[in-house]
Each structure stands twice: as C-alpha cells, then as structure tokens.
C-alpha cells in the first residue's frame, strides 16, 4: 500500500503550508484518511482526519480553525492546507490510511515529509 505526500519542506511564519497524499483507489475508497505530525522528540500525534463514508473531519486543538483537509476524488488523495504558521508547526508530517469499514483496524502510514519553519 503506497501513501505518496508531497508538499513539505521550508516555509517562513505566517505562511501557509499544502501537503498532498496520493495513494491508490481501493485505499481513497475504503479507509479514512488523515495527518499526523511528529514534533522533535515528541510522540506522533493526530492533526486532522476525514472519513471516507461521510466525508466528516476531526481536527485536533493545535490545528482547528488553521487546518483545512479535503478529500480529492479526481485524484485518489487527501490534501491538508494549514494557515498561519508557527516555528512550533516545525515537525515530521505523516500521511495515515486506517479502515474504519469492518474488518476495522488495519492503518497504513506514508513515510513522512518534513516541514521546518523558520521565523
């Protein structure tokens, strides 16, 4: 299973930062997606994620009212466009597939992108 991000890399404060997951359509079909972010020397946590039944999104405190998920269904990916960025925004980015649909419970993760910003 591929989860293919794109969008990383250096970004100034204030910027606004886009991350593109692309992965095959049995996967954009059958699991929820979503976004992770690995801080330095932290745990991986969830940012954001959408369902793939209803298209509901969950956004995490740190991120709700900058963070912006979309499902694309041209393009069998997930895009997450965050406003207004921080240097504690600096950390490693994960893209997440998991099957909510039963048999629940089988999660895929990209192999991560990192976005630094600098102020």
Not at 10 to 32: K, P
Not at 99 to 112: D, H, L, N, V
Request: with cysteine.
């Amino acid at each position: 299973v591929q989860l293919d991000e794109s969008g990383g890399g250096s970004v100034q404060s204030g910027e606004t930062l886009n991350l593109s997951c692309a992965t095959s359509r049995d996967i954009f079909r059958i699991y929820d997606l979503g976004w992770y972010r690995q801080l330095p020397g932290k745990q991986r946590r969830e940012l954001v994620a959408v369902s793939t039944i209803e298209g509901r999104t969950n956004y995490a405190a740190s991120v709700r009212g900058r963070a912006t998920i979309s499902r694309d269904n041209t393009k069998n990916a997930v895009h997450l466009q965050m406003n207004s960025l921080k240097p504690e925004d600096t950390a490693v980015y994960y893209c997440n597939a998991y099957r909510f649909i039963q048999p629940a419970g089988e999660t895929y993760w990209g192999k991560g992108t990192l976005v630094a910003v600098s102020s």
